[in-house]
């Protein structure tokens, strides 16, 4: 597919190439919708094989964010940005300062920050030419402890749903993936009395974790079939496809990872059809983003973010409510909840308001 094909296809506002002709630099950053405010994402540095592969990742991911903010109660929309070109060559102080002068062109359209191969040390040096950034340690800092905080709230409104109470006690939660987000929630797990099978195919990750919370460890290839009440994703993305999903023995699906279904409407389907709840990914997962956007109200105060990651619990019972009312999967309730958050603030906002900030 072409540009304009993508933008077409999925409504993106805005795609910008740049180049930066004395470091080297290359990267797309794709605006996908601005209805709810400026649009929010990080910046991510691979080695893409082409063009091609680059563009498709970074109009996913900038849709992904519009929808994860919109659901998240954040007035900001979605957007993303990929550098091309291989981590271990690419970065000096030279590429990521003119990678920020991009940014600061955008005005404020954009706000980015950390992301894949994109350091705290990398965003410093972005921040010397652009007032566009967040996340940083010296603002909400790093988000993948709340981003756990938020999937182990979501994990209780799944527990209240399935079985009419959010105890986890007794739980047997498998989770695959224990790195930063996953190794935090199985804290989390373990401290309200959950019984934890783990795996990571980092064997000395998995090894401590199993160490710290009593897990059980298994192979990675093996913890689809694990018997247990829950499933808890956190490693990387489309691990539920055609293969994996007959394989569960499980009543729940909620973790951290992100694009956890390989197809929304086909497995989301083959779940709900298995009569397994699953967690839509962006709003289980959504606790980052929400930390990120309460930088736009200064002080940072990390007290009054948790608890409205909180809610998370109670958005996910809306959306559990909403797909059982429409008979759709969970997935599909959670993408017409973010949109009809979109058109009816985008809605309202149409209003006149003499003197309006925008003006
Ligand atoms: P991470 O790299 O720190 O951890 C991922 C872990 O998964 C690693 O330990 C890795 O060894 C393991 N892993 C990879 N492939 C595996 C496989 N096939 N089987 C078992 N284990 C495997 O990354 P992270 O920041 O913890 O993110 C994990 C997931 O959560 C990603 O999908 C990410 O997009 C998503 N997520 C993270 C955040 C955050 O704040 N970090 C926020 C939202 C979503």
Not at 20 to 28: A, N, P, Q
Not at 206 to 215: E, L, M, S
Request: aromatic letters at 10%; proline letters at 3%.
């Amino acid at each position: 597919m072409k540009v304009f094909d993508y933008m077409e296809k999925f409504g993106h506002e805005q795609i910008i190439y740049f180049y930066d002709k004395t470091t080297g630099l290359k990267g797309i950053t794709a605006i996908h919708d601005t209805t709810l405010g400026p649009a929010l994402g990080g910046t991510r540095l691979f080695n893409y094989n082409n063009e091609d592969e680059a563009l498709f990742d970074v109009v996913r991911l900038s849709r992904g964010m519009t929808y994860k903010c919109a659901v998240g109660d954040c007035n900001c929309g979605g957007g993303k940005t990929v550098l091309l070109g291989d981590p271990s060559k690419v970065k000096s102080e030279g590429y990521l300062r003119a990678y920020g002068r991009y940014i600061q062109t955008l005005n404020g359209r954009f706000y980015t920050g950390e992301d894949m191969n994109i350091s705290e040390k990398d965003v410093d040096y972005m921040m010397m030419e652009t007032n566009f950034v967040n996340g940083r340690a010296d603002m909400s800092g790093n988000p993948s402890p709340v981003t756990s905080y938020g999937v182990y709230w979501g994990i209780k409104a799944c527990a209240k749903e399935k079985w009419g109470d959010d105890s986890l006690s007794g739980k047997v939660i498998a989770v695959q993936g224990v790195g930063a987000v996953g190794y935090t929630l199985c804290k989390y797990l373990h401290d309200e009395g959950a019984k934890l099978i783990i795996t990571d195919i980092n064997k000395a990750r998995r090894d401590q974790t199993a160490k710290d919370f009593n897990a059980t460890v298994v192979e990675p290839e093996e913890i689809y079939s694990v018997k247990c009440d829950i499933f808890s994703p956190c490693s990387v993305g489309a691990i539920l496809n055609d293969k994996t999903i007959p394989q569960l023995k499980c009543e729940i699906v909620a973790g951290c990872a992100n694009n956890v279904l390989l197809d929304e409407n086909i497995h989301g389907d083959m779940l709900m059809n298995k009569d397994i709840l699953y967690a839509p990914d962006y709003v289980i997962n959504g606790g980052g983003v929400i930390n990120v956007y309460q930088e736009f109200f200064p002080p940072y105060n990390h007290e009054r973010t948790l608890k409205i990651i909180e809610k998370i619990y109670d958005r996910l019972l809306y959306i559990f409510a909403y797909a059982k009312k429409n008979n759709i999967n969970t997935q599909l309730a959670a993408n017409a909840y973010a949109n009809e958050r979109i058109k009816t603030i985008g809605s309202i906002r149409s209003n006149y308001i003499k003197n309006e900030k925008n003006l």
